[in-house]
T-cell receptor
Framework: DSGVTQTPKHLITATGQRVTLRCSPR?????VYWYQQSLDQGLQFLIQ???????AKGNILERFSAQQFPDLHSELNLSSLELGDSALYFC????????????FGNGTRLTVT | SQELEQSPQSLIVQEGKNLTINCTSS?????LYWYKQKYGEGLIFLMM?????EEKSHEKITAKLDEKKQQSSLHITASQPSHAGIYLC??????????????FGKGTKLSVKP
């Protein structure tokens, strides 16, 4: 168990809809990262938050947004969903320190129909 | 932009055999991470390498970073069914922030036949 909790585990929704994915980082970790894993694109970095502030952006679509709350949990919001957004979405957290490895949650599997 | 290429894409070995997975970067590596993923689950951190020529071991898994810091290898000795899964290499990406913003290879799927 990595200590990173993601909910829900599975999500099935229709095109055009909006969903929210939730992540609770490991106790003490200030950084939260969101990744998307799909068969064609592999594992791709979306966005990072550190102690409530956005720190870095990767290949995140404008239809997607995230935030990190004062209690350090994070939410990833996906809107105007398309079939191609179906993927496994991972949250990871890390301790302070440049060499700290990422600890991943078990992911949320999103299916858009 | 930097890319990580893993080889082979998949591997089937008999239990007890040794195997090697490679990760080659298009640019110099300033840190290389190895992770293992079981199907449909999260990634488990295995090892991190930083210095050219560095080698680390954990149980029966050894990872090396070459002197030129453009290639890493992961070697498993006397493989067991518990080693089965997808092995991914990751390296700091171009997005700034911290070293947690990684780019990943496409992964190597390992199956171990009992």
């Amino acid at each position: 168990d990595s200590g990173v909790t993601q909910t829900p585990k599975h999500l099935i929704t229709a095109t055009g809809q909006r969903v929210t994915l939730r992540c609770s980082p490991r106790s003490g970790d200030l950084s939260v990262y969101w990744y998307q894993q799909s068969l064609d694109q592999g594992l791709q970095f979306l966005i990072q938050y550190y102690n409530g502030e956005e720190r870095a952006k990767g290949n995140i679509l404008e239809r997607f947004s995230a935030q990190q709350f004062p209690d350090l949990h994070s939410e990833l919001n996906l809107s105007s969903l398309e079939l191609g957004d179906s993927a496994l979405y991972f949250c990871a957290s890390s301790a302070p320190g440049i060499n700290s490895p990422l600890h991943f949650g078990n992911g949320t599997r999103l299916t858009v129909t | 932009s930097q890319e990580l290429e893993q080889s082979p894409q998949s591997l089937i070995v008999q239990e007890g055999k040794n195997l090697t997975i490679n990760c080659t970067s298009s640019k110099t590596l300033y840190g290389l991470y190895w992770y293992k993923q079981k199907y449909g689950e999260g990634l488990i951190f295995l090892m991190m390498l930083q210095k050219g020529g560095e080698e680390k071991s954990h149980e029966k898994i050894t990872a090396k970073l070459d002197e030129k810091k453009q290639q890493s290898s992961l070697h498993i000795t006397a493989s067991q069914p518990s080693h089965a899964g997808i092995y991914l290499c990751g390296a700091p990406g171009p997005h700034g922030g911290s070293q947690g913003n990684l780019i990943f290879g496409k992964g190597t799927k390992l199956s171990v036949k009992p």
